[in-house]
């Protein structure tokens, strides 16, 4: 049996195949690191991984092994497409029940693609000039972890490294909550601490920890950007005075009478370079620490500002998905329009 | 036996009391609804709740029942002095068999809290003249509301409204999620979508739907305030050309030449009122919608304005709340250094 052509294996119903175990096998960490392989799950996970795959077919592409139901593939007839179309593996029809083996959710939408390891060294994302990265250290959650891949994706930062302690983003919890954004920018896995700050601003990168107990409010950075963009065309001269005085509890967040040309730097200027300043449209990379921890001392302390995301309510902390996606926003912002 | 001067139950160790029992029903809605009581979780949430009965004790307070084990109790010291603080119902020592028999979750960290439903009707809220203000309009997933009413809080929204067909916030995995921002700011729950806007706007408020599809962007909203501010003191003339180009791609996100004193309204002028705008920095209410089909076009239609909160990057769609962390945060921002 052919179809669009190709030879078509048969129909796999047997929940006990070696190769159904194999498959579901790979919800498991030991088994995606011995075959640096992992799971996409679902219509919109595995389209994304098919549109990988046209672009890195030199590479031998990412999609290794795609699996569906005869239902699934009459649902989303733009993937049956698609799959011919990024020259991608035929197809293996199989049963409803022998997908839910292979699947480690509950509501597996009838797709299932088996996918090569996507992330690049530390080195070669760092030689493309990026602008915009965000570094994940020690983020534990698989949630989070996905929900700032997908935050950063759409705030379209160039890279996201997650530092050794860091989840395994091929977590088939973590894939499924980029909502497909896991394909759509470099990944670096693994990063080791040591150094790692140097490297991203040897890269050109200033180097910012999130840190709620930074001395830096995201907000002075935000304004100063502003102001720059707004009375100088992002030249980075002095802004003129607004005379318009802060309201009063939000000292933090109000605007100085003479917006200087950035916000000084957190470290010793001596450190730094004499007269450098942090300006938020410049290049950066976001360091977001531990959901419970948050960053290390001495890593944020390393940094070249600790930036603190307001609080203007009464929340103790914010989320590091929430202040991942505050930060990354303020930053593209600043940078698109300078 | 006493503490602190007061009478002490004996301690529980049977898993199988119909006590224990009744704790563990409020993990469901019918129990909930049924008492219109819920539980608090770990340390954190049960400080907040304390924190909270504190000062409603006109009310009858918040907390009707308090359970920790012993070693809880002694590595969270604050907590038993809060007890008698706040002048709470007397904690009842568990076991940490029994303590984990009551838990939704299986890291309960040694206390719960049995506490009364805090929400509020939408009258009672909208007569305090709110000036930010978050709707869920059928928001179902328990950690994406949870997640939204901790991005509130921490921007400073005086109330989280949640339409009928949204997730019960009361649910403990939403509970757990809010990480004590349930109990920082008012909650509405159950409310009918029919009139709703109107109510909101009668209240002085804005309607802004969070809508990907939506004619205005986000940035756009947030140039012409920042211009308004910067140039004008926050009067909202019009601000002086910067004779700075968008760069190019980012149209929607660079500032026109002139900008006006407001973005027009997304509405037809005949219905909104002839000259008025959208302001970011005015009060607003802001409608967040289902993860699969955000909002329904004819509540997104009906509102005040459509805004997309951009998108960078690659990434098809935004999560609710990262949409919600972005817009809330933009509006926050406005409204304190106006």
Redesign the interface.
């Known amino acids: 049996m052919t179809v669009n052509g190709r030879p078509q294996a048969p129909l796999m119903t047997n929940t006990q195949a070696d190769r159904v175990k194999e498959v579901a096998r790979l919800a498991g960490r030991p088994s995606r690191l011995r075959r640096r392989e992992f799971l996409a799950e679902g219509p ?1 996970a595995v389209r994304e991984a098919l549109r990988l795959h046209g672009h890195r077919q030199d590479d031998g592409g990412v999609v290794v092994d795609v699996y569906a139901t005869a239902e699934a593939l009459d649902r989303h007839p733009d993937i049956a497409e698609q799959l011919v179309a990024v020259d991608a593996p035929a197809v293996r029809r199989v049963t409803a029940d022998v997908l839910a083996a292979m699947s480690s959710t509950v509501t597996p939408q009838g797709f299932i693609a088996v996918c090569r390891f996507l992330d690049r060294s530390l080195d070669d994302v760092l030689s493309t000039a990026p602008r915009l990265v965000a570094v994940l250290v020690e983020v534990r959650d698989p ?1 989070n972890a996905g ?1 700032i891949i ?8 160039d890279a996201v490294i997650l530092t050794g302690a860091s989840v395994d983003p091929y977590n088939p919890k973590t894939v499924r909550s980029t ?3 896991l394909f ?2 470099p990944l670096v896995i693994g990063a080791e601490l040591d150094g790692l700050q140097d490297r991203l601003r040897s890269a050109g990168l200033t180097v910012l920890a999130a840190d709620g107990y930074g001395p830096l409010s995201l ?1 002075d950075l ?2 100063a950007s ?2 720059r ?3 100088t ?2 030249q980075g001269n002095a ?1 003129a005075p ?3 005085k ?2 009063s509890g ?1 000292t933090a ?3 100085p009478a003479g917006i200087p040309a950035g916000v000084p730097f957190d470290r010793a200027d001596a450190e730094s370079g004499a007269g450098r300043s942090v300006r938020l449209e410049d290049p950066a990379a976001w360091l977001f620490g531990n959901e419970a921890q948050g960053l290390a001392p001495e890593i944020s302390a390393a940094a070249d500002a600790r930036v603190a ?1 307001p ?9 590091v ?2 202040a991942a ?2 930060c990354l ?1 303020a930053s ?2 600043a940078q ?3």
Do not use: C
């Not at 997908?150 to 930062?157: F, I, K, M, Q, Y």
């Not at 203007?312 to 914010?318: M, R």
């Open positions: 919109q949630g929900t997908r935050a950063a994706d759409s705030a379209g930062a909502v497909g954004s759509h920018l907000d935000q304004d502003a102001s963009r707004l009375t065309g992002g802004a607004t005379g318009k802060p309201a939000v967040a109000g605007i995301v609080i203007y309510g009464n929340a103790e902390s914010l989320n998905g929430t996606t505050v926003y593209a912002r698109r329009l300078d």
